[in-house]
């Protein structure tokens, strides 16, 4: 190979090298283009990551955010009331998640959202004042957030707005 193609093909792999960085960058920093399903490439990226966390099925399931003026209610539901599989898998996880939360624990949604979430800093430092508990539903289960810390309060409002916007069409505001 002569010194002309060599370099030429130095370039082309260095370059390529400089993509896969940047892309796999994106795919933990930020929103990007839509995909086929209308999810965005960041929403794409916490789908699979939640997939490796949460034992239930995203496509069967959704979450609900519903912020309050003490913190919070996340609901997750079954999209199908009488799915006894995905409601035990829900029911399973949630209950495992206020006790971790209870302790300070948020590693989960780090994982899936990453260590910069919105809220997630203060949630983690502010852990011992704000109670968890859960709730069991006919179809699923929920956890309640209370805090009697205006900022905290707004913690939990950044941390429910960021999985709205991280979980897609897997979530929706409460009612």
């Known amino acids: 190979m002569n010194h002309r193609k060599r370099r030429l093909l130095t370039a082309g792999i260095t370059a390529a090298g400089v993509g896969a960085a940047l892309g796999t960058a994106l795919l933990i920093g930020g929103p990007w283009q839509d995909s086929d399903e209308g999810r965005t490439g960041r929403q ?91 709730r069991e539903r006919s179809d699923g289960a929920s956890l309640t957030y209370t805090t009697e810390e205006p900022a905290l309060v707004d913690a939990l409002h950044d941390w429910f707005e960021a999985q709205l916007s991280d979980h897609g069409d897997h979530a929706e505001t409460g009612h």
Do not use: C, N, W
């Not at 409601?87 to 899936?112: C, M, S, V, Y």
């Open 44 to 134: 794409e990226a916490v789908a699979e990551r939640g997939r490796t966390v949460m034992p239930f099925d995203l496509e069967a399931t959704t979450h609900h955010f519903t912020p309050t003026k003490a913190g919070g209610i996340q609901d997750v539901v079954a999209d199908q009331p009488d799915d006894a599989k995905q409601i035990d898998l829900i029911r399973t996880h949630l209950q495992q998640e206020a006790k971790a939360f209870g302790k300070g624990d948020f590693g989960d949604p780090a994982q899936i959202h990453g260590d910069s979430m919105p809220g997630l800093a203060e949630l983690e430092e502010g852990y011992k004042r704000i109670e968890v508990r859960y």
